[in-house]
């Protein structure tokens, strides 16, 4: 009874601060506005303050909670897959290396624009096929997979600062596929975000029974009836799929898909049907923190997101690199 309480009170919690941080995400700023003229103005369309907020800090509120919710979610079944509470996208390389084929698209390719999610995704599963089949020998090694993924992250942050740096014009001017600042996001950035987000969203509570059964030896889920392989690839394209269009959209942060999984597994268990909800509700909290915290706390000037979560996530990595003899879900 007391599990089940703690576990209702934190999705309780989380939900009310997602609501109060996201209303006052809306609120500040420049144009200031107070909440009956924002809801009022949003519903007459008769607010020209309200216009102003509605085309500049709304897409930027959704861009923020769907990416977190999007990224946590992906640490959370890579973590499944890997058996490995340091699993995360942004330091195993997927999100580089799917902000690499975002940039290499919109560089060279422009009039492909619209498939740059695709792209991503391709860019995210070459990262994640690297950082697996390298890191197998006669299994799974944590820290081999870590510092591995870590080796393929610099590989394509290199590649991608290296298109930075080119000169070229274009690759300057589209330099914003690898911002996480969220600024000047449009509603057609919303539109895409959504649509393959939701998807992705969709499909991993789909799999949740699997990522259970991954929490088992091989052996023991093969017994059950689980094709172990199977269950493994499908859950890495799903995550791959999550944290590349997060990526593609949002740009790169770090320590995201590290940090909730682990917060989530303390406070609701390591059940995915409960974990994966959990994870993702709070990852969209913790990235709309950040960003609104950001251009904010120094206005007009503004801080990345992705600085206030290096700032938070690399003093929590070193905790839980401390901490990694513990056998993961348990």
Known sequence: MLRKNKKALSFISVIILLILVSIQSALMGSIKVTPYELIHGLITGTNDQVAIIKDLRLPRIIIALFAGAALSVAGVLLQAVMRNPLADPGIIGVSAGAGFMSIVVVAFFPTLYFFVPLFAFLGGALAFFLVYSLSWRSGLDPLRMILIGIAVNALFTGLSQGLGFSGS??????????????????WSDVDVLILYGTI???LAFVVYSWCNYLALDDKTAKNLGVNVNLARLVISLVAVLLASVATAVAGLFAFVGLLIPHIGRSLVGTDHKVLIPFSALAGALLILTADTLGRTIIAPNEIPASIIMAVIGGPFLIFLLRKSDRIYGH
Not at 169 to 184: E, G, I, K, P, R
């Open 169 to 186: 014009a274009l690759t300057q001017s589209m330099s914003q596929v690898m911002t996480s600042t969220l600024t000047m996001k449009k």
């Open 200 to 202: 992705g969203l969709v």
